[in-house]
């Protein structure tokens, strides 16, 4: 039995809008009617965290109780019968949506000026209880946190809890909390410091998390441009060998990666998670001295090497290639070492031992993660 009455069984059918779903044990109802691609709403939910039942987003009737229920804190029981898009339900999920829009910025336009609002996207789908009054904001912000990454406005806040489970139950480095009471409920750290006084590893996780755009990030939010006018391209975060898979968000008209984003948790092998690097340091792809091209360095008639120029991949290879072989005919394949990075992929790393064993016959091969 739970504290709301209900049997929990090991595995068995949960019934959803008349479909006979099955679960699994600890199963719940949101898991249970996701996986039949059955549209529950949430605002507080993500699958990496235990579930709040903050938002009231996702309540549903259940046959034989009196209230409504979270779905997504509620186990699926067998014989369970569970409805979804009742009036009532509607009614609720307008009614919280009016509550959430009168305590934030109303205009979606100005909202999302970076990141996406899940709050107006909810509304736009499924309708509110009508426009009501603004409520004067009271939420206090940290205007004066000097760390270069994340940034906290106050007037997109709806007390969600995401970004502070998640730095708590993935980062477990519990760097913000939930600070105040009512209507004064912020997000806040040990006595408002700066992120970077704190115990917070900028991980940036609480900006992916957040679904109104509350936590922002400030580079992006200096470039200026939403991220729906933003292509998302999938690649391979290059800081480490774990192979993290990454969306740069790129402004095609100027060229330009303008932040780095996650993607969808349960998707890659990284989960939706990004360290500080993986997230924040791209700004070398648009570095004034980063090399583009490869350079090659040309010998002068008395025999000095000339200045670098600019080189076709082609010509490097072969410059590469015959100065590895000349050092090997006039000293020997031992005097030659092949030092390779864990930066590069597990294949990467495959061929490059196999070029130093087979192609250049040496042993000397060494890997900089083992140092």
């Excluded at 060998?241 to 993607?263: M, Y």
């Excluded at 120029?309 to 005097?335: C, I």
């Amino acid at each position: 039995m739970t504290d709301r009455g209900f049997v929990v069984a090991d595995s068995g059918f949960v019934v959803v809008d008349g479909n006979e779903l099955s679960f699994a044990a600890g199963e719940t109802v949101l898991q249970a009617a996701r996986r039949a691609e059955i549209e529950i709403p949430t605002l507080c939910h993500d699958d990496r965290l235990t579930p709040a039942g903050a938002c009231r987003m996702c309540l549903v009737e259940v046959e034989g109780t009196r209230l409504m229920q979270p779905a997504c804190s509620l186990p699926a029981s067998q014989g369970m019968v569970v409805r979804t898009t009742t009036p009532r339900v509607q009614r609720n999920r307008q009614f919280i949506l009016s509550l959430h829009l009168a305590d934030t910025i109303q205009d979606r336009e100005v909202c999302e000026d970076n990141n996406p609002s899940r709050v107006h996207e909810l509304a736009e789908r499924h309708g509110t209880a009508g426009e009501w009054t603004p409520v004067e904001q009271q939420r206090q912000g940290r205007p004066l946190d000097t760390n270069p990454f994340i940034a906290f406005r106050p007037d997109r806040c709806i007390a969600c809890s995401l970004c502070t489970r998640y730095c708590d139950q993935v980062e477990a480095v519990s760097a913000i909390t939930l600070a105040g009471r009512g209507a004064h409920t912020t997000i806040s750290t040990a006595d408002a410091k700066s992120l970077t006084d704190s115990t917070c590893e900028l991980c940036g996780g609480c900006i992916d998390v957040c679904p109104t755009g509350a936590m922002s990030e400030k580079p992006a939010l200096a470039y200026g441009k939403p991220e729906r006018e933003l292509e998302k391209v999938r690649t391979t975060c290059n800081f480490c060998g774990v192979g993290c898979q990454i969306d740069l968000n790129v402004d095609r008209e100027a060229n330009h990666v303008v932040k780095v984003t996650s993607p969808p948790a349960g998707t890659t092998v990284n989960d939706g998670n990004l360290c500080v690097k993986g997230r924040f340091a791209n700004d070398f792809i648009h570095h004034p001295d980063r090399l583009t091209v490869p350079m090659v360095r040309d010998r002068l008639p008395d025999g000095r090497r000339g200045e670098l120029r600019e080189a076709t991949w082609e010509e490097a290879l072969d410059r590469t290639v015959a100065g590895l072989q000349g050092v090997a005919d006039r000293h020997g394949d031992d005097a030659l070492a092949f030092i390779s990075s864990s930066r590069c992929t597990g294949e990467e790393n495959y061929l490059f031992q196999k070029m130093s064993r087979a192609a250049f016959r040496t042993q000397n091969v060494h890997q900089c993660a083992a140092t």
